[in-house]
Nanobody, 124 residues
Framework: QVQLVESGGGLVQAGGSLRLSCTAS????????MGWFRQAPGKEREFIAA????????YASDSVKGRFTISRDNPKNTVYLQMNILKPEDTAVYYC?????????????????WGQGTQVTVSS
């Protein structure tokens, strides 16, 4: 069992930055690929970014590529999402997920565990 806790969300003006953190319980964090998804009101949860177990490979959706960066610190059991040049359309609840197999990082159903989410609101 892996428990994930996100933090770092909040209210920011357009053009600003936030860094989200997701900390995992247990000793198996390095066994999981990790991903960030977001869900805006009335919309489905969408893929944002993912990172391999070692951190050597990362993936990002076209909507955030060049603005958001995913990274991880395995000794700290934490994955990060650095978000720059934020836009009002980035407003959503952001979730991190843990994926044991790591084969299809953009596919929501591949993830085994989810955090409770953290709200990000970008004002115009």
């Amino acid at each position: 069992q892996v428990q994930l806790v996100e933090s770092g969300g909040g209210l920011v003006q357009a053009g600003g930055s936030l860094r989200l953190s997701c900390t995992a319980s247990g000793r198996t964090f390095g066994s999981y690929a990790m991903g960030w998804f977001r869900q805006a009101p009335g919309k489905e949860r969408e893929f944002i970014a993912a990172i391999s177990r070692s951190g050597s490979s990362t993936y990002a959706s076209d909507s955030v590529k060049g603005r958001f960066t995913i990274s991880r610190d395995n000794p700290k059991n934490t994955v990060y999402l650095q978000m720059n040049i934020l836009k009002p359309e980035d407003t959503a609840v952001y979730y991190c997920g843990a994926d044991r197999l790591g084969q299809w990082p953009a596919v929501r159903s591949e993830y085994d565990y989810w955090g409770q989410g953290t709200q990000v609101t970008v004002s115009s």
